[in-house]
């Protein structure tokens, strides 16, 4: 039996029933491609995680579920020591009974940014696309959406999402062992959001008409991506590395990526927030061993990467199909 039954009898009754026509084979071919190896390992880690029992969930304002009271402090040790054979921990914070994940982002100030811009999700069908471990989908469904969906490729940050999800026990929010180009044009989410990919495509146009063929007429994308300054002819495409990061591609301004938007075929396209990152935001913690912001940066200039590129902006914009 697949994993993934229960999603496909979700959207079997629900307007992404056409997904099924192809979904299945390629879920099906990824779970053959991950029997062995690192993957497989983790799931074992996920099949032993503790079974609990509680009413307490809080994804309106984080992402909290269940009381310390509610396990035993062995079984809390033990559940600490497990997850954290699944570093690095990215994205989040995340709360599980008194255990608190901290991970080197802090997801929620991204939340915060943007939550007083987006239309209000109640009702609407959502899609995530490079959820990372998937914090953001809690929001969403905190935030009222009727069915969430993320994607991301990323086979750790899928194991992430499924050791929060078996605290968290909720139909409506899904994540896909998938990438954006292996999504077909499903035209029927009301909302799209597509934050931290961009600079890592090779296509960023592409990348956009992708979005835009996953909503319904109308719908709303909020795009949230790494931006320099400049007018709208203004486009970073770094060296080999930005910030150590290997698989950078292009840094538009605010305004040439309003002008790619606009080239896209989007209106009412507007950019809503602007935020420098800080050592507040990404910083490294008990939950990754690997470096973080402060090791990107110029340690005499924390205005430029290492690299000697304008240190990390990030922008969030809204558009509508
Ligand atoms: N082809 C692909 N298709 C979809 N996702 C991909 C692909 N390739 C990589 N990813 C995923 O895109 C995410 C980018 S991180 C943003 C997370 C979250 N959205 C955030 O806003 O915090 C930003 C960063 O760490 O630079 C990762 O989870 C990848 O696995």
């Given amino acids: 039996m697949s994993q993934y039954n229960s999603f496909y009898q979700a959207i079997a009754t629900n307007r992404l029933s056409h997904w099924l026509d192809t979904l299945p084979a390629q879920l099906?071919?990824?779970?053959?491609?991950?029997?062995?190896?690192?993957?497989?390992?983790?799931?074992?880690?996920?099949?032993?995680?503790?079974?609990?029992?509680t009413n307490h969930l809080d994804i309106k304002n984080s992402v909290t579920?269940?009381?310390?009271?509610?396990?035993?402090?062995?079984?809390?040790?033990?559940?600490?020591?497990?997850?954290?054979?699944?570093?690095?921990?990215?994205?989040g914070p995340y709360h599980i009974h008194g255990l608190h994940i901290d991970t080197e982002w802090r997801s929620d100030f991204k939340w915060d940014r943007l939550a007083p811009h987006i239309s209000d999700l109640r009702n609407r069908y959502v899609l995530?696309?490079?959820?990372?471990?998937?914090?953001?989908?809690?929001?969403?469904?905190?935030?009222?959406?009727?069915?969430?969906?993320?994607v991301d490729p990323t086979q750790l940050f899928v194991t992430q999402f499924k050791a929060i999800q078996h605290f968290i026990?909720?139909?409506?929010?899904?994540?896909?062992?998938?990438?954006?180009?292996?999504?077909p044009e499903l035209n029927a989410f009301d909302t799209v959001f597509a934050m931290g990919v961009l600079y890592h495509r090779r296509s960023p146009i592409d990348f956009i008409y992708q979005l835009?063929?996953?909503?319904?007429?109308?719908?709303?994308?909020?795009?949230?991506?790494?931006?320099?300054?400049?007018?709208?002819?203004?486009?970073?495409?770094?060296?080999?590395?930005?910030?150590?990061?290997?698989?950078?591609?292009f840094l538009p301004s605010?305004?040439?990526?309003?002008?790619?938007?606009?080239?896209?075929?989007?209106?009412?396209?507007?950019?809503v927030n602007t935020d420098v990152t800080d050592l507040a935001e990404q910083r490294k913690t008990d939950w990754i061993d690997t470096e973080s912001l402060k090791d990107f940066l110029d340690p005499n200039d924390p205005s430029k990467t290492i690299e000697g590129y304008p240190a990390p902006k990030r922008a969030i914009f809204i558009a509508n199909k």
């Fill in 65 to 91: 579920v269940g009381l310390a009271e509610e396990i035993e402090p062995g079984q809390l040790k033990r559940l600490e020591h497990m997850l954290k054979k699944l570093k690095p921990w990215r994205k």
């Fill in 28 to 53: 099906t071919d990824w779970q053959k491609n991950h029997l062995h190896g690192e993957y497989a390992q983790w799931q074992k880690v996920i099949a032993q995680l503790p079974v609990t029992q």
């Fill in 128 to 150: 995530d696309i490079g959820c990372g471990s998937g914090y953001h989908l809690w929001r969403m469904r905190g935030a009222g959406a009727k069915f969430v969906v993320g």
């Fill in 254 to 271: 605010g305004e040439a990526m309003c002008a790619w938007l606009e080239r896209c075929g989007f209106s009412n396209i507007r950019m």
């Fill in 212 to 249: 835009k063929s996953q909503l319904v007429k109308g719908g709303e994308l909020v795009l949230e991506t790494l931006i320099v300054d400049g007018d709208e002819n203004t486009v970073l495409v770094p060296g080999e590395r930005y910030a150590k990061m290997r698989n950078v591609w």
């Fill in 169 to 183: 026990k909720d139909n409506g929010v899904h994540l896909l062992p998938l990438g954006v180009e292996q999504l």
